[in-house]
């Protein structure tokens, strides 16, 4: 899979809320050969490692990918700052997308917080028939709700205290939708804990289940092995890396 | 020799100027590398450096002995890596360690031998002189320094490990230092490593006393950071009338 590294000029920096910041990169190459649930991997003035943001949205034509992301540390502070015509250093598109050979089939999308930007893109390729349950600390921190509707057929808001759509967490809604609709398969990213509990769920249900994971990250193309995530591998346990192997894992291979 | 885990993510952590690592020397094992990693090493058209660890004395005289059948053109001893329980660093801090463990390997292989520096000693000098004695054709230093990083919120290291090795333009004075008081006790090359960054850094190297240099860290932040490094040094030994980097090699005049 081809990658590149060049600096590449930010067309847009939408603002959406304090906490979190949208940005339009023109990145021709990139958005040419990116796949949804890929990510790319920043340069930051002053930081030896870059930091790893996964595509939003792909706009292939206008050679384009859209970044929505957290203000983390100095790293992504930084990246918030930076305006409409400055220049990223970026290299990407890094790993493997989401598995999305089955469109044909009724999908559900489960987004929790910083989680949810990586499933937009894959939402958009079932064209209205996916489903996607979005959960936030409060109203907040709450992003692409928006776009999650224009592109899915029932989107459900979730807030932990209840700001914003019905208070809980994701999964406790999780359990009576997939009984009551025949999902065949789930999509998911989020907080590690959230993961767990929909991979538990949907590996109960007996529904495939595929997760976007995270990691502390170095090099971003599976050389220097820092970003291990345990999976089970032929009855043994064995790390693999997010970066390379992921970050989308199907869920039975993780060892939570 | 067997196949080995690595150690539990996090493993790794952004310090200022540097980066902790604890990998743990994450590899598949000696056969499967024969097998499997080297062919492809091989079409690369390039020299292939097999950086070796065992557990035991016996295990790095069987690696390296298997090694000797393949194409690997030459042997890195590593006796320095601060991330493992067995093997590594512990066989590489003493004189006699040093010794015993390069001679041993020195009989299982005809090849090319580098052996890989802690710089976790009090003196490298005589860490230096006695790998020379013992056989080696090269010395390359310094591997990373032991370093621990905590996060005042959690009250825990941000490494699972606890320690790990630091890295990066933090230790290049340190690297330096340690490059021209070897280069000072052997008369084989010697190879430096540790913080380079830019040209300048490779020049200093040179000048310490190094016939080449590594470049590891650099990589994450730009991967064509080697590229830059050669470019620029082409520069440097031009407009100062130098024909080769061997005609700046120990070449620092050090005051009296």
Known sequence: ?256 | MLERMGNPPPRIAETSSGILNSVGLQNPGIDYFIEHNLPWLKEQNTVVIANIAGGTHDEYYEIARRLDATDVDMIELNISCPNVHEGGIAFGTSCMGVENITKLVRRATSKPLIVKLSPNVSDIGEIAAAAEASGADAISLINTITGMKIDIKTRRPLLKNNTGGLSGPAVLPVAVRMVWQAAARVSIPVIGMGGVATWQDAVEMLLAGACAVQVGTANFTDAYAPLSIIGGLDNYLNENGFKSVREIVKKVEIWQ
Not at chain 1, 19 to 46: L, M, R, W
Not at chain 1, 62 to 82: C, H, M, P
Not at chain 1, 184 to 195: F, Q
């Open chain 1, 1 to 256: 899979m081809p990658y590149y590294q060049d600096d590449y000029k930010i067309e847009e920096n939408d603002t959406s809320n304090s906490s979190c910041f949208d940005i339009q990169v023109y990145c021709p190459e990139i958005a040419n050969a990116a796949k949804a649930g890929q990510f790319v991997h920043i340069q930051c003035e002053g930081k030896i490692l870059r930091r790893p943001i996964s595509i939003c949205e792909i706009d292939k034509k206008a050679g384009t990918i859209r970044l929505v992301f957290d203000i983390r540390g100095d790293g992504t502070r930084w990246l918030s700052k930076q305006e409409e015509g400055a220049f990223l250093n970026i290299l990407g598109p890094l790993g493997n997308g989401f598995n999305l050979n089955e469109t044909a089939k009724k999908a559900l999308f489960v987004g929790g917080g910083m989680g949810v930007p990586p499933l937009l893109e894959a939402a958009k390729a079932f064209k209205g028939k996916a489903d996607a349950i979005l959960g936030f600390k409060c109203i907040d921190n709450s992003m692409l709700i928006d776009d999650f509707n224009d592109v899915c057929s029932k989107v459900i808001v979730m807030s932990d205290d209840g700001s914003l759509g019905e208070k809980g967490f994701v999964t406790s809604l999780l359990c009576d939708r997939i009984t009551k609709n025949k999902y065949d398969v789930v999509y998911s990213c989020g907080p590690t804990a959230m993961l767990k509990s929909v991979s538990e769920i949907t590996l109960e249900n007996n529904i495939a289940c595929f997760v976007s994971m995270e990691e502390r990250m170095a090099c971003g193309v599976g050389a220097c092995l820092v970003c291990a995530c345990k999976v089970k591998e032929n009855d043994k346990e064995a790390y693999k890396h997010v970066c390379k192997d992921g970050p989308v894992f199907n869920a039975k291979e993780i060892v939570w």
